[in-house]
């Protein structure tokens, strides 16, 4: 297996203007979550898919201030999530279940990601597989 080394560079400062849609404000509040100070995010999609995912960051410890012209995400640094006292709900959400099992895999805790019935019943194990393939403790 190749190996990749990544030296950090200078943060990241400014602010971006983009679109407000769904794909978007996913990854948004997951990348504000993992910086480190607060960050606004306005014009963001408030679909319930968002929404999901805004909670479940809120669960792993991330203070998020929401209203509807923006979200105030309180980023906790990469390794500043906690471990959830309960199962991490992703409602409805496809990416948003998605691009949180990559996330919280590379944590050093553990946490179970559901959804509701129709969440539990979409294909993951590509998902899954790829991760176990990296080295990932994923049971499901």
């Known amino acids: ?10 943060p990241l400062r400014g602010t971006i203007s983009v679109p407000g849609d769904k794909s978007i404000t996913h990854r948004a509040i997951i990348l504000t979550a993992l910086a480190e100070g607060t960050s606004r995010i306005t014009r963001y999609c408030r679909g319930e898919d968002c929404l999901n995912t805004m909670r479940a960051l809120q669960s792993l410890g991330v203070k998020i201030d929401e209203s509807a012209e923006e979200l105030q995400v309180h980023g906790k640094g990469l390794w500043g999530l906690t471990e959830p006292d309960r199962f991490v709900d992703c409602g409805n959400s496809g990416t948003g279940i998605r691009l949180l099992i990559g ?10 990601l559901t959804g ?3 969440i539990r019943r979409r294909p993951m194990g590509w998902v899954v597989k790829f ?3 990296m080295g990932a403790t994923i049971a499901g």
């Open 1 to 10: 297996m190749a190996s990749l080394t990544i030296t950090p560079g200078y």
């Open 103 to 112: 996330l919280l895999v590379g944590q050093d805790f553990f946490t179970v």
């Open 116 to 118: 509701d019935a129709s």
């Open 131 to 133: 991760l176990r393939e």
